[in-house]
């Protein structure tokens, strides 16, 4: 088992700035990469970014390339996301989720392992 924790969600306004964290535990061995997934209110949980634990190479949305950016410290077995330039379209429950193989990154059920959320909410 992994377990997930997200922290560093919150209010901001639009154009502001905000770096989530996921710390992973457990049999973290067993992960191949992360990936940071949101939900909005009544709408499907959609792909945002992806990490290789191996070597750093990442994946992004195409709504969010040039304004988020996932980054790991295997030390820490600690994976960020840094979202700058926030739009009130951004609102949604961030989850961090960890894979133990390959494939695409973009489908949120090959992944095995999910922390619980943490809500970022951009004003207009």
């Known amino acids: 088992q992994v377990q997930l924790v997200e922290s560093g969600g919150g209010l901001v306004q639009a154009g502001g700035s905000l770096r989530l964290s996921c710390a992973a535990s457990?049999?973290?061995?067993?992960?191949?990469?992360m990936g940071w997934f949101r939900q909005a209110p009544g709408k499907e949980r959609e792909f945002v970014a992806a990490i290789r634990w191996s070597d750093g190479n990442t994946y992004y949305a195409d709504s969010v390339k040039g304004r988020f950016r996932i980054s790991r410290d295997n030390a820490k077995n600690t994976v960020y996301l840094q979202m700058n330039s926030l739009k009130p379209e951004d609102t949604a429950v961030y989850y961090c989720?960890?894979?133990?193989?390959?494939?695409?990154?973009?489908?949120?059920?090959?992944?095995?392992?999910w922390g619980q959320g943490t809500q970022v909410t951009v004003s207009s």
């Open positions: 457990g049999r973290t061995f067993s992960s191949y990469a």
């Open positions: 989720a960890a894979r133990t193989y390959s494939g695409s990154y973009y489908r949120h059920f090959e992944y095995s392992y």
